[in-house]
């Protein structure tokens, strides 16, 4: 009897090493891990594959060094996972890569996404159709409309005064997309009335349109206060 007992007790001090299996060296590193601040997925297997967008890596965990490593590019590099109160992360090259808890690829860019938005726009007011702006000195203007024309993307953004309006300074920003946008302006319709601010997109628009990572803003300055539009007012449908 008293064997019995001493072979269920050994039986049950076993049971959280056994639970502790998936937390082996091999096993610790697979899942999604991304670049810290950023949007740069790595994904590892259990094969000893890691896929970053439609690239394809090994990696491999080397008991002897106690260390993981990672085939990037041709090159081998080795890291040890660490952790902080935020979660487990790993270091390559001195960028930092966080585990991704409950990995959603779309949930995750559009996160990413969101964050890139607020920083870009932090601290500007966001044009809007059919909405009317008052500049520092009482003049009223009013974004009629936007136009995107042609297939080199040509883009129109009409302002109506009473008073001329004019641009200080106009940029284009954009994240996910090879599109360059330049931009100036011209008088057009009764003088001091109407003004169209025009610019012009080096990619066809048919590309702008199919590429859902396309997200850029027009920025501009009026009497100090700086404005923007986002690509999207030009592309939508």
Known sequence: MKKWITLLLAALLCLPLMACGGSSPEKAMGGA???????????FTDDGKVTRGSDTYDWWYDKGAERYCLSLAGLTYTFVIEEDETGRFFSVEGIRYRYVENYDPEALKAAYIEKQIGAITSGKTEMKVGASYTTASGITFTLDRVELTGEDATFNLYLTAEKSVEMEDA???S???NSHFGMGWQPEGSEG???RYAGCCFRPISEVKADKDTYGFLSFAIEGVTYYLPIATFVAG
């Open 193 to 195: 009335t109407t003004h």
């Open 33 to 43: 891990w991304n670049r810290e601040n950023g949007y740069d997925v790595l994904l």
């Open 171 to 173: 940029h284009y920003f």
């Open 175 to 177: 994240f996910h997309s």
